[in-house]
């Protein structure tokens, strides 16, 4: 086995090169994907006949490289967008919502855009068919508020 290996580096480097990339799949970090890069230059150098010294220096350099350079430029398109742009629960927070089921303290059903979502009242029992603004999310369940509540006074 290790005879193989030691004459099919190639294998090793194919190897790192998918640890890397399962790695980077769990944290999205955009760190060990440069490694991967890395990775896959040691494997380019092997296929081109470099000693084993050399395609671990080459791991190393291409590594480095793309971690200082390629990095900050990847992290910096995936952030490209307004700060206060919301995602996700937080766009949800101050929609108008329709009442489907009466929504009380414990229970209740609302339609926040196309979604239908469990829903309770911050307070009181609000009727199907009224109009109500979302306040919050609490895992799965809207917390709405009237909208009368709500309005400017």
């Known amino acids: 086995m290790f005879e193989w290996l030691g004459e099919n580096w190639w294998a090793l480097w194919l190897t790192v090169f998918l640890a890397f ?8 970090d955009l760190f ?5 890069g890395g990775a896959l ?8 006949g470099a000693d084993l010294w050399l395609q671990i220096v080459i791991f190393c350099v291409v590594s ?3 971690i200082v350079f390629v990095r900050p430029v990847a ?6 967008g307004p700060t206060e742009q919301l995602s996700n629960i937080d766009r949800l927070i101050g929609q108008p919502a329709l009442v489907i089921e009466a929504v009380s303290s414990t229970s209740g059903l609302v ?6 979502w469990s829903a309770r009242s911050a307070a009181g029992v609000i009727d199907a068919g009224a109009t109500v603004q979302v306040t919050k999310i609490d895992g799965a369940t809207a917390v709405v508020a009237s909208a009368a509540d709500n309005s400017p006074r």
Do not use: C
């Open 64 to 66: 480095l490289l793309m």
């Open 111 to 116: 339609k926040i855009g196309g979604d239908v």
């Open 21 to 28: 990339a399962v790695v980077e799949m769990l944290t999205l």
């Open 41 to 48: 230059a040691g494997l380019i150098a092997d296929f081109s």
């Open 75 to 80: 992290l910096n398109h995936l952030r490209k």
């Open 32 to 36: 060990f994907i440069m490694l991967g």
